[in-house]
């Protein structure tokens, strides 16, 4: 019996060991035969990407075109005139951009608008120029108000848009410094460009609704977009402004090159509050020249007659009182 207890336990020992030996055999042998494991790990994560990209663009495609089929009655009139042809507007999708107008309705909606305006400012000056009249105007001269009214309608969208961007542009300027320190903040934190994007975007609502909205369309297509380039060029060309340009380049130059990303926003944000500071300066330096004509025409008479008035006062009653050039004297 105790032979054969010592024979059992032999054999479990060696069971044991071979099991043992096996396993860190295929440890030893398992890496090599997966390959190169990160490798495949970002070619799955490359893959997922790509897919919800790819699901994205088409429910966008979806959605744009049910946008397109029910436009109304501005892209009715659009197509069957064939404005787009007839009252073409050069970089029209980018201004509507910079003015916050974004999609196919507001491009359809500006060239009604440039049909329909003019033509309701030239019945307008039929009506008041040439029927009623009420200045006694000349021949030729109601023909030229008529003619410059009708001129005034063709361009009054365009007036209206760039008025519109102009605002925006303002709105968005003053806050955009400390976006950049926020942006910089977050990346240096450790996130991602377009976590940092979307996070700014999320803290800048209070502050500046046009510049969270630019932050968060940039933050969808750094996600969606095939390159990081064309998200960084939408944002320059949707605000106008040498600022907001300057950084994109910037942020480009560093995708490209491998700059450090906290370096460039640094930088950035410093020149764009110089660039406050400097606009600031030049409205200052500005007023004087601007204030001139309305002293000329405002200050200057009333201050002429609060000087002058008590001394032609005096000089009226020198004059005309006894003695004076104006008393009667008996002779």
Partial sequence: MEAESITLFQNFAYALIALLCVTALYQVISPLLEGDKKKKRMASVASAREGMRK????????EARLRAD???MAKNLVDKFSLEKLLEASDLKDKLAQAGMRG???IYTFYAFRLAMPIGMLIFGLVVFMGVNPWDWGFMQRVTATFAATLLGYYLPGIYVNNVSKK???????VFPDALDLLLICVESGMSVEMAFGRVAEELADSSVELAEEFSLTTAEL????????AYENLA?????????????ALIQSERYGTPLGDTLRTM???????????AEKKAAALPAKLTVPMILF?????????????????????????????GGGG
């Fill in 237 to 249: 060309r949707r605000n106008n402004h040498v600022g907001i340009r300057s950084v994109a380049t």
């Fill in 55 to 62: 699901n994205r663009m088409e429910m966008l495609n979806e």
């Fill in 104 to 106: 196919q309705k507001p």
């Fill in 168 to 174: 925006r542009l303002a709105s968005i300027m003053p």
């Fill in 299 to 327: 200050f200057l008479p009333v201050l002429f007659i609060v000087i002058l008035t008590p001394a032609g006062m005096r000089l009226a009653d020198a004059l005309g009182g006894p003695g004076g050039f104006g008393g």
């Fill in 269 to 279: 944000a410093n020149e764009n509050r110089q660039m406050r500071v400097m606009a």
């Fill in 223 to 230: 996600s969606y977009l095939t390159s990081r380039r064309l």
């Fill in 70 to 72: 029910n436009r109304g």
